[in-house]
């Protein structure tokens, strides 16, 4: 409360007007949550959880498990009151605020919580007939009950909430109703908590506000160019792809960890592939669509501009694994439109596609394929949860507890407002990812068919640079490292940056926090490439600056927008698909 607030209250009857308010409030909130929630589309329970095969699997396991060895129950048994008893017996200092009582009821409950814990980890530990995959999702859905049934999730066992909820008198409580009601509202009856203050920012206002220009727009995609940054500037022009998952400006967030600003400072003329958002209307497009319309075309646009036979391209992340797609291709075709090639977290192997595997067996991608029928597209709130799920108590539990049961407001923290602006996926080229990259992994084995021929990783010879990251949930470092293995170029060159599939890429040189790991060896497996690797401080940026500028043709005049026909320039960057969401 503000000191104008607090004398108010101390005024007679403040209590009661206060009081009045706060039903008032209540009410008109509560109108607002059922309302919500009659409008929630009901999601077939396919995209929801697991298949009951897989529990039936873990249920015989334990059974088969407890057969050999009666044991175990018993030793489970105690185990647990043993468990019980010793965190009895702890301190719940950590759990509490500072003047917040010891009550029994903390103790208890949470002595409760981590005895369970422990019993479920032994459990999965003891777990004896499932293969590997199964064992990995029977843990991973174990764990994600776990973090649910956590006290800190629920009021009246968390007791820094409700010691707030008692300071405020209510207030917190009340403001923590508003922020369910209005995330109820925004993801159509779906509880998302909001991560970040949606009203903080504005794409092309204080993010993604580097200068340049909308140069080409079709159906799939806007091209960005940048303004040069220097006089002169490397002949060969660089096209960066980002993914069509997430929206491009993660590299453009803001000046100081820009990573176009930094490639523009260079002396790199640089395009940037900013992809539509589809709705409906995509049911048809596949990766074929975004191999056609999108990068091929993109690359002979940017060659066309700049009156030059080949260009450099950047892949990140699905935009990576696509573009090896089209390096493939062109190889195929004999076309040498490409100069060299750099990958960021990019899987192009799927043997081992790391936590988000999970998700990829048939109980999920059947239900997704089922929902891609029925609506033309993947809705971006099935992405957003998946990944969001990888790091549960980061992006889901403890956000809920901060919005809903402290009633504090969302940070104003770029990052997460830009993991929140997600995309759709275009029906034909979701299923087609998942059934024939992510399960069958065809373009590491029999072949990717696309386009009239058959592509493998071993067709792309040309010069290559690939990026991964060390903790990367999402794209495997081992599994990137596997893939650019495979492929067929002489001149390779792999890094492996600190930190994960964001942060170890937007890592600027000016901050000096993650370091990277180089060797020029390309030995058989990840871990013998690891042992021989050599640590470096600090970013790879200016590393790969230089292995790029190599392979960037002498310098010439810096090229202006539109490269010298006005006509060109369609909008201002950061233009309009990025900003551009269908309902």
């Known amino acids: 409360m503000t000191m104008d607030e607090n004398e108010k209250a101390s005024e007679p009857g403040a209590e009661v007007t206060q009081l009045t308010e706060n039903l008032a409030r209540i009410e008109a909130l509560s109108s607002r949550l059922v309302a919500a929630l009659s409008h929630k589309k009901q999601i077939r329970a396919s995209l929801q959880a697991p298949g009951p095969e897989l529990w039936a699997k873990a249920m015989g396991a334990w059974a088969n498990t407890l057969a050999h060895d009666p044991a175990k129950l018993m030793q489970g048994q105690l185990d647990y009151w043993a468990d019980w008893l010793r965190h009895a017996a702890e301190s719940t200092e950590d759990v509490r605020p500072d003047n917040m009582p010891d009550l029994p009821l903390y103790h208890v409950v949470r002595a409760q919580f981590l005895a369970a814990r422990d019993a479920t980890e032994r459990a999965l530990a003891e777990l004896e007939g499932l293969d590997d995959k199964d064992q990995a999702r029977v843990s991973f859905f174990a764990h994600q009950m776990l973090e649910l049934m956590a006290p800190r999730n629920f009021l009246a066992t968390n007791p820094e909430a409700m010691e707030r909820a008692i300071a405020t008198e209510g207030q917190s409580l009340i403001d923590g109703l508003d922020n369910m009601v209005r995330d109820l509202e925004a993801h159509k009856g779906e509880l998302i908590p909001t991560l970040s203050d949606t009203e903080a920012f504005k794409v092309g206002g204080n993010i993604a506000t580097s200068p340049g220009a909308v140069v080409f727009r079709n159906r799939m995609m806007e091209i960005i160019q940048y303004e040069a940054r220097t006089d002169q500037v490397h002949a060969t022009p660089l096209v960066l792809f980002p993914p069509w998952i997430n929206k491009f400006y993660i590299l453009d967030l803001k000046e100081k960890n820009s990573l176009v600003k930094w490639i523009t400072e260079q002396g790199f003329t640089l395009f940037v592939v900013s992809w539509v958002n589809p709705d409906e209307s995509y049911r048809d497009v596949g990766i074929d669509t975004y191999v056609e319309e999108g990068f091929l075309t993109a690359i002979e646009t940017v060659k066309q501009m700049c009156g030059v036979k080949q260009v450099n391209v950047t892949g990140y992340c699905i935009g990576g694994t696509t573009l090896s797609l089209t390096l493939a291709l062109l190889a195929k075709r004999g076309d040498k439109s490409v100069k060299s090639a750099t990958f960021f977290t990019t899987l192009s192997d799927f043997s081992d596609p790391g936590e988000v595997g999970v998700f990829l067996d048939d109980d999920f991608v059947d239900g997704i394929e089922q929902e891609c029928d029925e609506v033309g597209y993947l809705d971006r709130l099935f ?192 233009g309009e698909y990025v900003t551009r969401n269908p309902e």
């Open 383 to 574: 992405m957003a949860r998946t990944f969001s799920y990888l790091r549960a108590r980061d992006l889901v539990f403890a956000p809920a507890v901060r919005n809903y049961l402290m009633g504090e407001a969302p940070p104003a923290f770029d990052l997460l407002y830009w993991n929140g602006d997600g995309t759709n996926l275009p029906a034909r080229m979701a299923v087609e990812y998942l059934r024939l990259l992510c399960q069958k992994n065809v373009f590491a084995g029999d072949g990717f068919a696309l386009m009239g021929e058959t592509l493998r990783l071993s067709d792309i010879t040309l010069p290559l640079c690939s990026i991964a990251c060390e903790t990367d949930h999402i794209a495997p470092w081992k599994s990137v490292y596997q893939g650019a293995l495979a492929m067929g170029s002489q001149d390779k060159t792999f890094i492996l940056s600190e930190s994960g599939h964001i942060a170890g890429i937007v890592n600027p040189p000016s901050k000096k926090k993650y370091g990277h790991y180089t060797n020029e060896s390309w030995v058989a497996t990840a871990d013998e490439w690891q042992a021989g690797a050599e640590f470096t401080e600090g970013s790879w940026w200016g590393r790969w600056g230089k292995w790029l500028a190599k392979r960037s043709g002498k310098r010439v005049p810096a090229r202006d927008l539109g490269c010298g026909d006005p006509a060109r320039i369609l909008a201002a960057a950061p």
